[in-house]
């Protein structure tokens, strides 16, 4: 199923310009991260789609970030991370 | 209030298959 959302052309600075090598920062990648992501949550969450695999594929384009970074960076919750409030 | 969330299945995502 294809994704709902159009990930090509967005706007990547709200996470290249706070989430920076060789450090990556936790806190600020991750902050950024949801920063980003939250307002797709629905469509990313639906794992039917191929939404999430997409925009990460542009956030380590864009980002030029090592794979996997998020993922092995990212805790909140037992559930996922959780957004900041709207 | 329901809050919205990232799940990890979808975080998982940003993992590649490869490279072990």
Known sequence: ?86 | TNRRYISYGALSKNNVPCSR
Not at chain 1, 3 to 27: D, L
Not at chain 1, 52 to 64: K, P, Q, R
Not at chain 1, 79 to 84: A, Q, R, S, Y
Request: contains cysteine.
């Open chain 1, 1 to 86: 199923k294809p994704c709902p959302v159009n990930f090509e052309f967005m706007n990547y600075t709200i996470i290249t310009s706070r989430c920076k090598g060789p450090q990556y920062p936790a806190k600020l990648c991750c902050d950024a991260f949801k920063d980003f992501a939250c307002p797709y949550s629905d469509d990313l969450n639906d794992l039917s789609n191929d939404c999430s695999s997409t925009m990460f594929s542009y956030i380590n384009l864009y980002g030029n970030y090592p794979p996997g970074l998020f993922a092995n960076l990212c805790r909140d919750d037992k559930i996922g991370l959780i957004c900041p409030a709207l």
